[in-house]
């Protein structure tokens, strides 16, 4: 190992750490010690009467460790009489952590020797063993620790035999092929060569053949991803892309019209708008875990390529174009965790938004389902996500080793940089392509997932028009989104819902949607006017399930012959519409005097136990029509209560058309 006072002789690791090794021997000493001496700390024995000669002080001392001390003395009973006190001077074992100054020790010998101290069972290693983590410390003690040591007793031999003298050509080296350790994982091969193949790099023919296979007829064959556009190098084509086509909303922007927004839309978008900061913390906080990982493992990689090169019989001063393989510097798992953290974060914002509109009750009862289209496809857009900043990073370590190439840098300064020729180096590349962009990219996709599952709820609910709110829109901001329209001239706009799929705005824009009610489509002319007696509803409230569930209990017992008092045909033709989820604001308004009105009729036996012969009685039939609970009749109440106080208030403010 180096050492600092010396330019020739380094030092053994027993050298670097003997003073590790000498504290943790004092240790075990410490503690047989004050086990030999009972558990009993140092003290001090009083005694108030004046001692006349130190012989009678080494007398009184002999005395009482005779009495006190050692496997003998243990657990004996002391006597003192009011001139003499004992007083302990030392601390007891469980103050001096013992325990910690052991694993201080553990820790530092095993850095020194290069093994981790999972491998050994050590107690600092068993305090984060996990066989996950087991696996990646044996990983790390053959690749960092075994394989340079063996590469460096290879080149010693190679020197000690002189035989670069004896034979050209011919080299020393370990004989691995046997030993497991140094094997490449077969399932680790299989997933690359697989992806070798799925990727389009090699045919099925040059994937069976690495995999040990026989060759298939017409397997020559290569699977080309539809996302990549194979080009002759003999016949080159001009590839243009399409001229940008700004959207054209429904309203013309200089005549657009705005509705104020409904108070339960209003308190959906400021939830939502709470709701994408909470989920960005969260997934700004995975991806910085991430890329730190990152980090650290392509540090990790090139450490060991600089001391693989300074190991080896002659020492690589310039790279050459097959010395570094660029996609060997980032870890094989690398897009797997990538694609872990944004798949896993759009899951979480896709079921947060979901039960958020659900709750809301603005566009009806939709329950979620994790394989519906709707999430089906919001998660393929987080696979293309990840596509596109993987891809990024590759191209940039790809362009670090084609400019180490070019102006012939050796391994260490790729890895480290070249700060007076502005070469950051691919250690810092690492660290900070996305060291100060985890936020913007937590936000970006937070937003996109938000609006991609409220727009998908609200489309599968067969609602046409949205509403875009972006309330925090500086009137100052020129940056134009992909609709023409800045953030706060898109504020309040109504777009068709399939045109409101396409808007792009800037990774920090606000934006959120919610649905327009009839009426409002009506008074906003975006539809034929509809004739006053028409009755005409404000959005679908969303029914609880358990409420469904009581509707459809309660017309099982009517099909089962059971009476219901004052069920009109009406009261059961809502009841069934109730059991699929569906119910009109007129019926919710009526449900809560009528919840009132009856729910007194709840507490005769008959009525709330079902161990009664006479259960159910006609009138808890009739509650189970509403949607209540005879059991639970509170339940229900209390739910039309808070419904109709919010469709009263919507009421109550009316819906007017304002035109800017």
């Not at 020739?8 to 410490?30: E, H, K, M, T």
């Not at 002391?78 to 001096?96: C, N, T």
């Not at 936000?443 to 046409?464: C, D, H, K, P, S």
């Not at 609709?483 to 606000?510: M, W």
Request: glycine share 6%.
């Amino acid at each position: 190992m180096p050492n600092a006072a010396d330019d020739v002789y380094g030092l053994s690791p027993l050298q670097v750490c003997s003073r590790y090794v000498n504290l943790d021997i004092s240790i075990a000493d410490f503690t047989k010690s004050y086990f030999a001496n009972s558990g009993i700390p140092a003290g001090l024995l009083k005694l108030k009467r004046r001692i006349n000669s130190q012989e009678e002080a080494n007398s009184t001392r002999s005395k009482w460790r005779s009495s006190f001390s050692g496997k003998n003395g243990w657990g004996n009973l002391a006597v003192l009489d009011e001139d003499a006190s004992y007083e302990s001077i030392s601390p007891p074992l469980k103050d001096m952590d013992t325990a910690a100054l052991t694993r201080t020790t553990e820790t530092r010998i095993c850095a020194t020797f290069g093994v981790p101290p999972i491998l050994l069972g050590l107690q600092s290693g068993l305090e984060v063993s996990s066989y996950s983590n087991y696996e990646q410390a044996r990983e790390s003690f053959i690749s960092e620790t075994v394989a340079p040591l063996v590469n460096k007793i290879a080149a010693f031999l190679y020197r000690a035999l002189e035989v670069s003298n004896r034979e050209r050509n011919v080299t020393v080296r370990a004989a691995t092929e046997d030993v497991k350790a140094f094997q490449e994982d077969v399932n680790a091969i299989s997933l690359r060569i697989s992806k070798q193949f799925t990727d389009g790099i090699i045919s099925l023919n040059e994937a069976r053949a690495a995999l040990g296979y026989n060759a298939l007829d017409n397997g020559e064959l290569r699977r080309v991803p539809t996302s990549v556009l194979e080009i002759d190098p003999d016949n080159p084509i001009q590839l243009q892309a399409p001229a940008p086509e700004l959207l054209q909303a429904g309203i013309p922007v200089e005549n657009f019209k705005k509705a104020p927004v409904l108070p339960r839309s209003a308190k959906l978008n400021r939830t939502l708008s709470q709701q994408r900061e909470d989920l960005t913390e969260i997934l700004e906080a995975d991806l910085v875990k991430y890329f730190k990982k990152l980090a650290d493992q392509v540090a990790g990689k090139m450490g060991r390529l600089i001391e693989r090169s300074a190991s080896s019989q002659t020492q690589i001063t310039k790279i050459g174009i097959d010395d570094v393989n660029p996609s060997g510097i980032l870890p094989p798992d690398g897009r797997s965790g990538l694609n872990d953290v944004i798949r896993n974060g759009y899951g979480q914002i896709i079921k947060t938004t979901w039960d958020t509109v659900l709750n809301s009750g603005v566009a009806g009862a939709l329950e979620f389902n994790d394989r519906s289209p709707i999430v089906t496809q919001i998660l393929q857009s987080a696979d293309l996500t990840v596509t596109e900043m993987w891809n990024e990073t590759e191209r940039a370590v790809g362009k670090a080793v084609n400019t180490a190439v070019e102006r012939g840098y050796s391994i260490d300064q790729l890895a480290r940089g070249v700060p007076d020729e502005n070469f950051p180096g691919v250690n810092s590349l690492a660290r900070e392509t996305y060291a100060n962009r985890a936020r913007t990219i937590a936000r970006t996709e937070v937003m996109r997932a938000m609006n991609a599952t409220t727009l998908g709820y609200y489309e599968a609910q067969e609602v046409e028009y949205v509403q875009a709110y972006d309330p925090d829109g500086d009137p100052a901001d020129n940056y134009e989104g992909s609709d023409g329209r800045t953030c706060s001239q898109r504020h309040e706009q109504i777009y068709p819902i399939k045109q409101s799929r396409t808007v792009v705005s800037h990774p920090n824009c606000r934006l959120s949607w919610s649905p327009l009610s009839s009426l409002q489509v009506e008074e906003l002319g975006l539809v034929d006017t509809v004739a006053l007696e028409a009755s005409i509803d404000f959005i679908k409230v969303q029914v609880p399930v358990y409420m469904q569930q009581n509707a459809a209990r309660g017309l099982q017992y009517l099909d089962q012959g059971y009476i219901a008092n004052g069920a009109t045909e009406q009261i059961v033709d809502e009841a069934v519409g109730l059991a699929h989820g569906n119910i009109s604001d007129d019926k919710v308004i009526r449900m809560n005097d009528w919840f009132k009105n009856h729910i007194s009729e709840m507490n005769s036996a008959a009525s709330n136990n079902p161990e009664s012969p006479n259960f159910p009685s006609a009138e808890a039939v009739t509650f189970l029509l509403w949607g209540g609970d005879p059991l639970k009749p509170d339940q229900s109440m209390k739910w039309a209560e808070k419904q109709a106080e919010l469709l009263k208030e919507e009421m109550t403010n009316g819906i007017q058309t304002v035109t800017n």
